[in-house]
T-cell receptor, first 112, second 114 residues
Framework: GENVEQHPSTLSVQEGDSAVIKCTYS??????FPWYKQELGKRPQLIID?????GEKKDQRIAVTLNKTAKHFSLHITETQPEDSAVYFC???????????FGAGTILRVKS | DTGVSQDPRHKITKRGQNVTFRCDPI?????LYWYRQTLGQGPEFLTY????????KSRLLSDRFSAERPKGSFSTLEIQRTEQGDSAMYLC????????????FGPGTRLTVL
């Protein structure tokens, strides 16, 4: 089965700085790569996703980059704000798969 | 807040009791998922329906767990003879078949087994 690891497990940044979270996966058949944000006590929320035929995708202050050869993808948040503080999960998925396998999560703290 | 709804939002029960949770997906979504999340961990897949058919069930799910989606709309998750280790947040999610992944989670049902 898929083995998913996220690094770092905790990340503290100063407001306005950038944050990068990396997700490493094992299943070479994975071809869909989403990132979720979960605030304390709330449901996971899909914030950005990318397919394997694209190397990078950007949506305002967030971006996802994919290195399929090395089997990792990363979440980039620029100009961080206090409301970015949350737990972020990656969950790579194989083609025609239905079972997202979530990483253990990265706690992001943005200090103002 | 339209979207996936779950009921109840919180459930406290004593060990050995049975509990049932309900999930109402977004109306046109034919896929429905159940996940379980414990503190400090990512959601863990439990089971998945396409319309009324249960197509996959986690090997982690013991025989005490059963899920149904009788008419391809709402779903129920029942846990029999609850144990303290069942305490967790139970999340439901729904999606359309032609769209990859899971985009819409419900608010979850928090189960506490005393």
């Amino acid at each position: 089965g898929e083995n998913v690891e996220q690094h770092p497990s905790t990340l503290s940044v100063q407001e306005g700085d950038s944050a990068v979270i990396k997700c490493t996966y094992s299943d070479s058949a994975s071809n869909y790569f989403p990132w979720y944000k979960q605030e304390l006590g709330k449901r996971p929320q899909l914030i950005i996703d990318i397919r394997s035929n694209v190397g990078e995708k950007k949506d305002q202050r967030i971006a996802v980059t994919l290195n399929k050869t090395a089997k990792h993808f990363s979440l980039h948040i620029t100009e961080t704000q206090p409301e970015d503080s949350a737990v972020y999960f990656c969950a790579p998925l194989r083609e025609y798969g239905n079972k997202l396998v979530f990483g253990a999560g990265t706690i992001l703290r943005v200090k103002s | 807040d339209t979207g996936v709804s779950q009921d109840p939002r919180h459930k406290i029960t004593k060990r050995g009791q049975n509990v049932t949770f309900r999930c109402d997906p977004i109306s046109e979504h034919n896929r429905l998922y159940w996940y379980r999340q414990t503190l400090g961990q990512g959601p863990e897949f439990l089971t998945y329906f396409q319309n009324e058919a249960q197509l996959e069930k986690s090997r982690l799910l013991s025989d005490r767990f059963s899920a149904e989606r009788p008419k391809g709309s709402f779903s129920t998750l029942e846990i029999q003879r609850t144990e303290q280790g069942d305490s967790a947040m139970y999340l439901c999610a729904s999606s359309l078949e032609e769209i990859a992944g899971v985009r819409y989670f419900g608010p979850g049902t928090r189960l506490t087994v005393l």
